[in-house]
């Protein structure tokens, strides 16, 4: 398969994933794909055949012990860029179940910090910490099940 229809898919491949998360976080079907580690599974496949299949001897033995010069060179192969750009979708998904996972928990609101983690991966889990650090402040208490009480 090209390198550029297994990105689109991938690409493709998680958006429902985040528009669950987002539109209909409370959905019991949302709940139910989100405990599923499948997603992860499949991208993770094609992370793995990708990564494998981007590696030279070359660019191995300078990833070794990586350099800036190196890591650039490295990602101006496409497959390499495909490669590198899975890993962040994966990863940014992970992260986003994780902050779906904790909202769901202590009944933080979390639709900003999953938009913030589908197009930003890391400021959405910043967002997420300094939301669930106000609402610890303004709540009162610093137990997680009295935030998510007041929450309901």
Do not use: C
């Not at 191995?60 to 495909?82: G, M, T, V, Y």
Request: cysteine-free; charged content about 15%.
């Amino acid at each position: 398969m090209p390198i550029s229809q297994l990105f689109d898919g991938a690409n493709i491949f998680v958006l429902p994933f985040w528009a669950l998360m987002i539109l209909l976080p409370n959905w019991k079907v949302t709940r139910w794909v989100m405990e599923s580690y499948l997603p992860f599974v499949a991208l993770a496949g094609v992370y793995l055949y990708l990564f494998i299949s981007s590696i030279t001897p070359e660019n191995a033995q300078a990833l070794s012990n990586p350099h800036l010069a190196d890591i650039a060179r490295f990602f101006a192969d496409e497959k390499a860029a495909a490669t590198g750009w899975i890993h962040f979708l994966v990863m940014d998904l992970f992260v986003g179940r994780w902050i779906y996972w904790e909202g769901q928990k202590t009944g933080i609101w979390t639709i900003h910090s999953l938009a913030l983690s589908l197009f930003a991966g890391p400021l959405g889990l910043l967002s997420h910490i300094f939301t669930y650090w106000i609402a610890k402040r303004f709540s009162g208490s610093s137990d997680e099940a009295a935030i998510a009480e007041k929450a309901i």
